[in-house]
T-cell receptor, first 113, second 115 residues
Framework: AQSVTQLDSHVSVSEGTPVLLRCNYS??????LFWYVQHPNKGLQLLLK??????LVKGINGFEAEFKKSETSFHLTKPSAHMSDAAEYFC???????????FGQGTELSVKP | NAGVTQTPKFQVLKTGQSMTLQCAQD?????MSWYRQDPGMGLRLIHY???????DQGEVPNGYNVSRSTTEDFPLRLLSAAPSQTSVYFC??????????????FGDGTRLSIL
């Protein structure tokens, strides 16, 4: 069965330190992978997407993610956290062949001054 | 530049009441969808539409109805509200299929409490 697992429900970092949010997935096809960010009382906003081109994907606000097929992972990183990065982050897998759209459970990122 | 607009932002209902959550988009997207967000469960697809007059069920369709009479609007109806439907509801639109590589554009949500 297709699934998405975000390995941490909550991550806390200090401002200026690196961010790593982990996502593993399973898929029977060649999926598209997304990271979305959700600020309080707001809808989800696209950070970046992978669609079988370059395995290292750059997104907005300095975020990037690397698709590793052998590890079935799509981890999100940022070299230096900013206070405005505090939000909830969702890893999402879509499969057009299987007609599937699956959201991870979300990772809440806290940034300490 | 409105994007996807959801109304109302907040609503409290009593069990058994009905209501319609409104969703409108101004990007001329063919594809629209409804989700519910519950703590620790991410978003789950309720219903979606691939164009005016065409809708289909998602992962959790029971208790909800939809219709799509225009490209712009995609209302979600709760026919007889139940406490289990207390949630945050999001509407989204996209240029391509929700199962494709096209990103979705989300509204800011409707927070619904059912007593």
């Amino acid at each position: 069965a297709q699934s998405v697992t975000q390995l941490d429900s909550h991550v806390s970092v200090s401002e200026g330190t690196p961010v790593l949010l982990r996502c593993n997935y399973s898929s029977s096809y060649s999926p598209s992978l997304f990271w979305y960010v959700q600020h309080p009382n707001k809808g989800l906003q696209l950070l970046l997407k992978y669609t079988s081109a370059a395995t290292l994907v750059k997104g907005i606000n300095g975020f990037e993610a690397e698709f590793k097929k052998s590890e079935t992972s799509f981890h999100l990183t940022k070299p230096s956290a900013h206070m405005s990065d505090a939000a909830e982050y969702f890893c999402v897998v879509s499969e057009i062949e299987g007609g599937k759209l699956i959201f991870g459970q979300g990772t809440e990122l806290s940034v300490k001054p | 530049n409105a994007g996807v607009t959801q109304t109302p932002k907040f609503q409290v209902l009593k069990t058994g009441q009905s209501m319609t959550l409104q969703c409108a988009q101004d990007m001329n997207h063919e594809y629209m969808s409804w989700y519910r967000q519950d703590p620790g469960m991410g978003l789950r697809l309720i219903h979606y539409s691939v164009g005016a007059g065409i809708t289909d069920q998602g992962e959790v369709p029971n208790g909800y109805n939809v219709s799509r009479s225009t490209t712009e609007d995609f209302p979600l109806r709760l026919l007889s509200a139940a406490p289990s439907q207390t949630s945050v509801y999001f509407c989204a639109s996209s240029q391509g299929s929700i199962f494709s590589n096209q990103p979705q554009h989300f509204g800011d949500g409707t927070r619904l409490s059912i007593l």
